[in-house]
């Protein structure tokens, strides 16, 4: 058989790759792998989780170092030009890696790699190369596939609110820009505050800018309790100057002056030397020709099997099929998608992938990044548990306070019949990685009283020992009243 991945240089694509890759030549006839990203090595890599760490660190460090009264001075400034400088080079090192490797792969017999666009001209029919449709150029290569993986990954996803496409260019900075930039405006008001706008609003506070947020809801952080999206904004309003406009939306935006005016459906407006972009992401399909195929991209439309539901040998894995876009998630996606083609090929049923809620978002700089593994207490109550719910602040141990970062709080439920460990919420100090000890304990289902209650070195889990202590000492409880009745 015949297999195309489309979008072989990202997170996604080069999984695929990678897993079918042993199979050329036994089950696979041909392997083909098409990418036409300059200079290529996938969205997370250039774009997105990795080159935003660069940003962030040098974030935290500032305001770390101006948080602490113990330190005398003027805060240090941002080297906006070397911080770019680095993380470019960093970032091409990265991605230079990805592309050696799908290129080595293409070294293989029955295995070929095409620097070219792709678009469909039928259903399960790809044209490689030529340019877009309507080009005069003829396509490299026409291929008739068996199957098709789409991994095209994700673009930032535009506002549609009066005047924004008016605006000039210099006066708008998506998420990717933000990352470029060596310069920005005195003050900016930001459109979106997921989680590209939870990590990159402290960075531009931290580097001078004056922002004000427009959050639609009573708080951010729709995933978490509302306690973590209360904390959060304490956090960026007091810890890092930053207005937050909450329950309020964007009605129209003009530019004003040598900026732009941004006007609310509370009859207010705001301005601001730019606005920041951070209106989350959309897959990225408008250039593949689907109007060619029996494909209908809608909400929903991909699977758990990552398929259409009206096309068996077509998969779309990684953020173009608007699932979960996280970058472990897209591998993962990857490799299953890998397996049902061969599934598929051999009559058997495709399997659907599955996995614990694991997120990660690198709020307050990355220095209070939320996290959540597996369920929060509503969800599980949803799913049909009778839980035990421990909370703790991070005011609540020393240690945190001596490392002078005491805001935050963690949150773990459990079974209250058997004590299974069932979710963890936390925002904190090194919440994100304090996640693996729960994604262990919920991933392997284990009991909140077997999980070791003993003093060790570092201190600073000791707020998840109380959270842990908590909730076996509430399912003993529990079942002390079960056997009493």
């Known amino acids: 058989m015949h297999v ?8 996604a694509g080069a999984a695929v790759a990678d897993e079918l890759a042993p199979h050329v030549g036994k089950r696979v006839e041909r392997l083909t792998l098409v990418d036409n990203g300059d200079p290529g090595g996938g969205l997370c890599i250039l774009e997105g989780c990795m080159p935003s760490k660069e940003l962030l660190s040098a974030a935290a460090h500032r305001f770390e170092g101006r948080d602490d009264g113990r330190l005398t001075g003027a805060p240090h400034g941002l080297d906006l030009e070397r911080i770019v ?86 006066s708008v900075y998506t998420s ?23 990590e990159m609003v402290p960075y531009l506070a931290e580097a001078g800018v004056d922002v004000t947020v427009i959050e639609h809801d009573e708080r951010p952080l729709d995933e978490a309790d509302p306690e973590f999206g209360d904390a ?10 930053v207005e937050i406009r909450t329950e309020v939306y964007e009605e129209s935006i003009e530019a004003h002056g040598d900026g732009v005016r941004l006007h609310l459906d ?14 989350g992401r959309t897959p990225n399909l408008g250039r593949l020709g689907l109007e060619h195929t029996s494909l209908a991209p809608e909400a929903g439309w991909i699977d758990a099997t990552m398929r259409p539901p009206n096309d068996d040998r077509t998969f779309v894995v990684g953020d173009v099929n608007g699932r979960e876009p996280i970058l472990h998630v897209a591998k993962e996606q990857g490799f299953q998608a890998a397996e049902n083609v061969l ?21 307050g700089a990355g220095v209070y990044p939320f996290a959540r593994v597996g369920h929060t207490p509503r969800s599980a109550t949803e799913a049909g548990h009778a839980t035990v719910v421990a909370t703790r602040q991070a005011s609540d141990d020393g240690v945190f306070k ?39 304990a919920v991933e392997m289902g284990l009991d909140v009283r077997e999980i070791p209650d003993r003093a060790y070195h570092p201190t600073l889990p000791e707020n998840l020992d109380g959270l842990i202590r908590e909730c076996a000492a509430g399912v003993e409880d529990a079942g002390s009243e079960d056997r009493g009745a």
Not at 176 to 198: I, K, N, Q, R, W
């Open 343 to 363: 599934r598929h090929a051999q009559g058997k049923p495709a399997k659907p992938y599955t996995n614990v809620h694991h997120h990660v978002v690198f709020s």
């Open 402 to 440: 001596s490392k002078n970062v005491p805001h935050g709080l963690g949150r773990l439920v459990v079974d209250a019949d058997d004590g299974t460990v069932l979710g963890w919420q936390g925002l904190h100090y090194h919440a994100d990685t304090m996640a693996k000890t729960f994604q262990i």
């Open 232 to 241: 959060l904004l304490e956090i960026y309003r007091e810890e890092f100057d």
């Open 4 to 11: 195309v991945v489309i979008g072989a240089y990202g997170s």
């Open 176 to 198: 990717e820009d933000t990352l470029h930039a060596t310069d920005f405006p005195d003050s900016g008001v930001v459109m979106g505050f997921g989680y590209v706008g939870m």
């Open 266 to 279: 509370d009859e207010s407006h705001v301005d601001a030397g730019a606005v920041f972009q951070f209106t």
């Open 85 to 170: 400088a680095e993380k470019n080079d960093r970032t091409r090192g990265w991605a230079g890696h990805r592309r050696d490797a799908v290129h080595d792969l293409a070294e293989r017999d029955g295995i070929e790699f095409y620097h070219e666009p792709a678009r469909f001209v039928d259903d399960h029919v790809v044209a490689i190369g030529g340019g877009p449709p309507g080009a005069d150029a003829d396509p490299v290569e026409v291929v008739e596939a068996d199957y098709v993986v789409i991994a095209t990954g994700s673009v930032p996803n535009v506002p549609t609110i009066s005047g924004y496409d008016a605006l000039p260019s210099s």
